[in-house]
Nanobody
Framework: QVQLVESGGGLVQAGESLRLSCAAS????????MGWFRQAQGKEREFVAA????????YYADPVKGRFTISRDNGKNTVYLQMNSLKPEDTAVYYC?????????????????WGQGTQVTVSS
């Protein structure tokens, strides 16, 4: 089992940047593919980005391609989401998630473990 804790959210203006972190407990972090999802108020949770166990492959939703970068440090049991050129439509609660099967899937149902979320608010 793994526990996930996100941090780094906040209030920024459009065009600014934020870096989210997700710290995982346990010694098996490198066995999990990791994903970031977000949920805006009144909307369904949606895929943002995913990264393979080794960090060698990453995947992005179309709305964030070219602006967001997912990365991981297996030595620190942490996955990151660097968010640049933020837009008001990026406002949401951001969640990290872990998938033991290593699928790096955009489907939230493939992830077994979830963090509590961190709020990102982008003002115009």
């Amino acid at each position: 089992q793994v526990q996930l804790v996100e941090s780094g959210g906040g209030l920024v203006q459009a065009g600014e940047s934020l870096r989210l972190s997700c710290a995982a407990s346990g010694r098996t972090f490198s066995r999990y593919a990791m994903g970031w999802f977000r949920q805006a108020q009144g909307k369904e949770r949606e895929f943002v980005a995913a990264i393979s166990r080794s960090g060698g492959s990453d995947y992005y939703a179309d709305p964030v391609k070219g602006r967001f970068t997912i990365s991981r440090d297996n030595g620190k049991n942490t996955v990151y989401l660097q968010m640049n050129s933020l837009k008001p439509e990026d406002t949401a609660v951001y969640y990290c998630a872990a998938d033991y099967r290593g699928l790096s899937s955009p489907n939230s149902r493939e992830y077994e473990y979830w963090g509590q979320g961190t709020q990102v608010t982008v003002s115009s």
